[in-house]
DNA sequence: ATATTATAGTTAACATGTTAAGTTAATTGC
DNA sequence: GCAATTAACTTAACATGTTAACTATAATAT
């Protein structure tokens, strides 16, 4: 932690640093330790948060629509689902129109669940814009959604 | 992909996206998946890689210590360097002195795999830079540490 | 010296990321 | 109208992230 470190050890350990998807990964699991513990009180992993929150915006979706809201791949969403419909926080209808999808709804106990939720990470979410900086974080996301096009254009 | 939004639709959606732990997490999956394929040839995840890099910069580790310049959990690593070890692209010796401790070495297939990938590697993130623009890049890089940094004094 | 505590690492258990293969139902092509 | 293809999931397989429990060794503390 405070072992001292030579110059050549610094720069060593700063090129090293320069990797853009540990940098990334390690922002995003700061952002999730210290600002989603209400979820973990519930038991609930950010992404299955953020499909309850999908539902709640909009009621009723199939699973590849949620799992591009939610920005999950379909096999992580179908998981998702199965583990939500357990706990009774969502049910499915199958799609009359087309057997092969599934609508999903919120139950009155996902509903519940949100409600108790929300605050919280409202709150939080709050506190990260005052302790970062509004325009920081603006500038942040402006930058990630940049490079995510830059990079999907060959 | 090009299916027309309502306004109110757009709207929702952009207050959807603002969502930091799935921001940084679909950057970190659009600079791996465009910019590492040649890790995938060669059966290796970012994580295995970064490993091996870290050990070609230093040679011997712990596995602990490997664990801090990688930024990963210690069963994460723990399981990486079985995994290389099976591959017979590490060795590892247990230090004489404190029989809790491994040493970690690179095999001499170890050190060719190295070789083998780095260009390709060192070629794409030259890409990554051009294509972003390098002011951006640090300025991500920086924004990214300031985020960190200030989610981590509570 | 021995009991306590700390450290290094492994294992376990569960959710997710990721690619590929499998299933069932709808669509297309001819 | 039937074969081939596509679409919506699901399942599988493997690596990682994450927390907790476990093992073995070392340090400490009284």
Redesign the pocket.
């Known amino acids: 932690m405070s072992q001292s470190k030579t110059k050549h050890e610094q720069l060593r350990l700063r090129s090293f640093d320069r990797s853009l998807p540990?940098s990334l990964?390690r922002a995003?699991?700061a952002v999730?330790?210290k600002f989603i513990p209400s979820l973990?009180e519930h038991?609930?992993?950010?992404?299955?948060w953020r499909?309850i929150r999908a539902l709640v915006q909009e009621d009723g979706l199939?699973?590849?629509?949620?799992?591009n809201r939610c920005?999950?791949?379909?096999?992580?969403?179908?998981?998702?689902?199965?583990?939500l419909e357990a706990r009774d926080l969502i049910k499915?209808a199958?799609?009359?129109?087309?057997?092969?999808?599934?609508?999903i709804f919120l139950t009155d106990g996902g509903r519940e669940l949100f409600k108790a939720i929300e605050p919280k990470s409202a709150e939080r979410y709050e506190f990260i814009t005052q302790q970062f900086g509004e325009d920081k974080l603006d500038q942040l996301y402006k930058l990630l959604q940049d490079l995510v096009i830059s990079l999907e254009e060959d």
Chains 1, 2 share one sequence.
Do not use: C
Request: charged share 25%; no cysteine.
């Open positions: 540990m990964l995003r699991e999730m330790k973990q038991g609930l992993s950010t992404q299955q499909s199939e699973i590849s629509t949620l799992a920005h999950l791949l379909l096999p992580s969403m179908s998981r998702i689902i199965q583990n499915r199958s799609v009359k129109a087309d057997q092969r999808r599934n609508a």
